[in-house]
C-alpha cells in the first residue's frame, strides 16, 4: 500500500516538476520586457514604496475625519443649597467645509427649582428644540487648520505617488543595465568558448602531425600555450556570468516575488541595437523631461503643502470675528415667554495683542518656499547637463558600435587569411594564433560596444523620466 502511494505521488508530481523545469527553460531567449515586467510588479522595493501611497491614503482619511459629526450632552443636578433644579442635553454638532462654519442642532430639558444666574437652564416641559449655524468672518473662514490639513493629504497623495514612479524608474534603470551585463557576459562567453574549441581541434590535428613528423614539437607546445590562454579566458568569462546571473535575478522574480535563478535561461545571440532617441534634439528632450520627471511633481506636491501652511498662518494673524444665528422652540406648559419661537444672532470678537507665533510661521513657510524654489532651479539645470551627456554618450556609444562591427570584419578576414597561408606553408602558427585571439578580441569588444550603446540609451531614456513607460529593448531604427 505504502509503494502504491509513493508510486501515485511521483506519478502526479512529475508533471508539475516538468511544468516548473519548462518555466526555468524557456526555449526561447529571456527578453528585457519580461525581466522589467516581474521587477515592476513583484519587486519588494517598490511593493514597500507603494506603501507610501496606502499611507497617504490613510493620511487624507484621517484629515477628513475632523469634518465628522459628534453628539455631546450634558446633565447638571442641584444636590444642596436650597435649590431642586435637574438638567439635561444633547446635541449633534457637524462642520462644514464651506468657509469654516459648522450646523448645531438639539435638545434639553430642566426642571425643577434654579437660581437666578443660572435660569439659563429652565425650559417648558416638554423641553427645548434648538439648531443654530456658527460661521467665521476671518480668522479660520477661508482657511483653517482641517480643511489645511486636507489639502496637504491630497498633495501628500501626489508625493507618494511621485516617489513611486521614481522608484519604478531607479529599478527599471537598474535591471536593463543589469540585463544588458548579463546578455553581454553570456555572448562573450560564446566568443571565448568557440575559440577554445578552435585550439583544442587544432590541437589534435597539431598533434598527428608532429607524430608523422611534418610539424616540429616546438608549434604544439606554442598552441598549447594558447590553449590554456584560451581556457583562462573562458573561465573568467564564466566567473562574470555567474556574477551577473545572481545580479539580475535580484530582478527577474516570480508571482511571489522571489528571485528567479538565470542560469538555465536562453540570451539574445547577439545583443541588437537599441531604438535611437525619440527627440530630435537635447532641448525637445529637456522639455519632456521637465514634464515626465517625477522629481518635479515631488516639488509641486511640496509647494502645495507649504502655501497651504503660509496661507494658514497668514490667515491666523487675523482677528476671530465669527457670526452665530440660533433658533429654538420651547415645547409643554410653563413660562409664556418661551412658548414663543426664539431667534438670536450675534458676533463674536477676538483681537490678539501680538501675534509672534504667527509671525514667525508666516517667516518660516516664505523661506521653505525659496527653498523649494532653489531647488526646482537646479534641478531644471541638472537635467539639461545630464540629458546632454546622455545624448553624447549615446552618440559615442553608437560611433563605437560602427567601428567595431568594421573591425570584426577585418579581423576574420585576417584570421582566415592567415590560416590559409599556414596551410601553404607561407605562416607559422604563432601568427595564425595571433590573428585568431586578435579576432576573438574584436569581436569581444563589438559585444562591448553594443552593450554601452544598449546601456547608453537606458540611461539617456531614464534621464529623461520615460524608461518605464516605453522599450528600451526593441530594436532598430533606420
Do not use: C
Amino acid at each position: 500500500m505504502k509503494r502504491l502511494l509513493v508510486v501515485l505521488l511521483v506519478w502526479w508530481s512529475f508533471p508539475v516538476a516538468v511544468a516548473r523545469s519548462d518555466k526555468l527553460n524557456p526555449q526561447k531567449p529571456l527578453r528585457l520586457e519580461d525581466v522589467l515586467a516581474t521587477t515592476l510588479e513583484h519587486h519588494p522595493a517598490l511593493k514597500g514604496e507603494r506603501q507610501e501611497r496606502s499611507a497617504a491614503d490613510a493620511d487624507l482619511l484621517s484629515a477628513q475625519g475632523a469634518f465628522d459629526p459628534s453628539i455631546k450632552g450634558e446633565v447638571l443636578s442641584y444636590m444642596t443649597g436650597g435649590y431642586t433644579g435637574n438638567y439635561g442635553s444633547t446635541y449633534v454638532e457637524q462642520p462644514l467645509e464651506f468657509y469654516g462654519s459648522k450646523v448645531v442642532a438639539g435638545y434639553r430639558l430642566g426642571g425643577g427649582m434654579f437660581p437666578t444666574y443660572d435660569n439659563y437652564y429652565a425650559t417648558n416641559s416638554g423641553g427645548e428644540f434648538g439648531a443654530g449655524v456658527e460661521v467665521p468672518l476671518l480668522r479660520d473662514g477661508p482657511i483653517d487648520r482641517r480643511r489645511a490639513n486636507i489639502g496637504k493629504s491630497v498633495a501628500g497623495q501626489d508625493l507618494a505617488d511621485s516617489l513611486v514612479e521614481q522608484r519604478q524608474i531607479e529599478l527599471t534603470r537598474a535591471a536593463a543595465l543589469t540585463y544588458w551585463d548579463w546578455t553581454a557576459s553570456k555572448n562573450k562567453v560564446s566568443v571565448y568558448r568557440k575559440l577554445l574549441e578552435v585550439a583544442e581541434e587544432r590541437d589534435r590535428q597539431i598533434a598527428e602531425r608532429v607524430k608523422r613528423g611534418d610539424l616540429p614539437d616546438f608549434d604544439r607546445v606554442d598552441n598549447q600555450r594558447a590553449l590554456l590562454q584560451r581556457r583562462s579566458q573562458l573561465l573568467a568569462a564564466e566567473r562574470a556570468v555567474k556574477n551577473a546571473e545572481f545580479n539580475l535575478s535580484l530582478f527577474y522574480r516570480d508571482s511571489k516575488g522571489q528571485p528567479q535563478s538565470v542560469e538555465r535561461a536562453l540570451e539574445p545571440r547577439k545583443i541588437p541595437l537599441p531604438l535611437y532617441a525619440q527627440d530630435s534634439t537635447s532641448e525637445g528632450a529637456v522639455v519632456q523631461a521637465l514634464k515626465a520627471r517625477p522629481e518635479f511633481k515631488n516639488l509641486q506636491a511640496q509647494t502645495k503643502q507649504n502655501e497651504l501652511e503660509l496661507r494658514l498662518a497668514k490667515n491666523q494673524i487675523l482677528p476671530r470675528l465669527d457670526a452665530r444665528v440660533f433658533s429654538a422652540n420651547d415645547l409643554g406648559t410653563g413660562d409664556a415667554r418661551r412658548e414663543e419661537p426664539e431667534v438670536k444672532g450675534g458676533l463674536r470678537i477676538e483681537i490678539p495683542l501680538a501675534t509672534r507665533t504667527q509671525r514667525g510661521r508666516i517667516d518660516f513657510y516664505e523661506a521653505k518656499q525659496k527653498k523649494i524654489e532653489f531647488s526646482e532651479q537646479f534641478l531644471s539645470e541638472r537635467i539639461r547637463t545630464d540629458i546632454q551627456d546622455a545624448r553624447n554618450a549615446l552618440d559615442i556609444a553608437r560611433g563605437r558600435v560602427e567601428v567595431t562591427t568594421k573591425e570584426v570584419v577585418a579581423a576574420r578576414e585576417l584570421a582566415r587569411g592567415e590560416l590559409k597561408r599556414f596551410e601553404l606553408g607561407d605562416s607559422n602558427l604563432i601568427f595564425v594564433n595571433l590573428r585568431e585571439q586578435s579576432a576573438a578580441d574584436a569581436e569581444v569588444r563589438e559585444i562591448e560596444a553594443l552593450q554601452d550603446y544598449q546601456k547608453a540609451h537606458v540611461m539617456y531614456e531614464a534621464t529623461v523620466g520615460r524608461i518605464h513607460k516605453t522599450s528600451v529593448s526593441t530594436t532598430t531604427a533606420p
